[in-house]
């Protein structure tokens, strides 16, 4: 294991060639916020009803390479209690604290990324680790990979995704602001509702992994459940976009990915900070790192 250290630095933002599973060894704070993308475990029909199926998207060319293929070569077998037992541990323990009168708790929470059909298979297995309440999210896009028998029928337009707490409503950050006597100010704050639209990312973001989440999306979400300095894990880190969004809002970002090629781009591409200015207007002054490789 080899780590590189950059320079030291007010926020971390570290990624991990490594298994979730072996997170003891690296010493990561207790999250306010784990956000995850799990593995589909649809092993060879990731591509199913999206044209790359066939040769130029044409079903009479015939069969493309991507016909009967994974999107990524780890995405089978992805043991959800595994998952659930390490956020169990790694996510910040529940604020017994009184919050003050129409604030939320600062509870921790998690956001799990995931298809339709996983979602009650999620519901059952978070609660066997003490996650007993969610609620759930719908992302809203204007376009469909699903263009095979588009005229035939209903194509999918939304993503889904599980947030996830123990009992207390997590921390929530909706905008209000505070007066000088501690009292929420009337007509700050905005109700958020469980849906958003999927904002595709510019071009400044780089294209890495073929699941990968918009950074604008998972800074929106960043926002709503932590504060600035808050720790945010993301164990299927994948592309990085997660500790993308994290460390441009200024919050601890830590991520896991087993994946060599994901892990090598996203540390050379999506985390790569210089020249990318970060939500204080300060230029490159986080971008810190330690590598573990
Ligand atoms: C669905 S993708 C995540 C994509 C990511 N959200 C993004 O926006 O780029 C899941 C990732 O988890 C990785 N993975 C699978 N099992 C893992 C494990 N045990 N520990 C860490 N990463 C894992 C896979 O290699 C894959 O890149």
């Known amino acids: 294991m080899k780590n590189d250290y950059i320079k030291p630095r007010k926020y971390k933002c570290e990624i991990y060639r490594d298994s979730m599973q072996n997170y003891k060894k690296y010493g990561i704070p207790p999250a306010q916020l784990i956000i995850a993308d799990v593995p589909y475990n649809v092993g060879n029909n990731f591509y199913g009803s999206n044209p790359v199926w066939y040769k130029n998207g044409d079903n009479k060319n015939g069969e493309s390479e991507k016909a009967h293929k994974a999107a990524f070569n780890s995405d089978f077998n992805f043991n959800l209690y595994e998952y659930f037992h390490f956020c169990s541990k790694m996510m910040k323990k529940e604020d017994t604290g009184k919050p003050n009168r129409g604030r939320s708790s600062n ?13 009650n298979t999620l519901i059952n297995a978070a609660k066997k680790h003490g996650f007993n309440n969610y609620i759930p999210l719908v992302f809203i896009k204007n376009y469909s990979p699903q263009v095979l028998k588009a005229n035939m029928r209903i194509v999918g337009a939304t993503e889904y995704a599980l947030c996830l707490y123990r009992n207390k409503l997590p921390k929530f950050r909706n905008g209000i602001q505070i007066d000088e006597n501690g009292k929420n100010i009337r007509g700050t704050g905005q109700m958020v509702f469980n849906w958003f639209s999927w904002e595709q990312d510019d071009k400044s973001i780089p294209k890495i992994h073929p699941s990968q989440k918009p950074v604008a999306l998972l ?4 926002s709503i459940f932590t504060d600035e300095g808050d720790v945010v894990i993301d164990p299927c880190c994948g592309s990085g976009s997660t500790l993308r969004a994290a460390h441009e809002l200024n919050r601890n970002a830590f991520g896991f990915e087993i994946d060599k090629t994901f892990y090598t781009r996203a540390k050379n591409e999506m985390l790569n900070f210089e020249g990318i200015t970060n939500n204080t207007g300060i230029i490159g002054q986080t971008n810190i790192f330690d590598f573990i490789n």
Do not use: G
């Not at 921790?108 to 339709?116: D, E, L, N, R």
């Open 219 to 222: 800074k929106r979400l960043i």
């Open 107 to 119: 509870s921790p929470c998690m956001i799990v990324f995931c298809s339709f059909e996983q979602l």
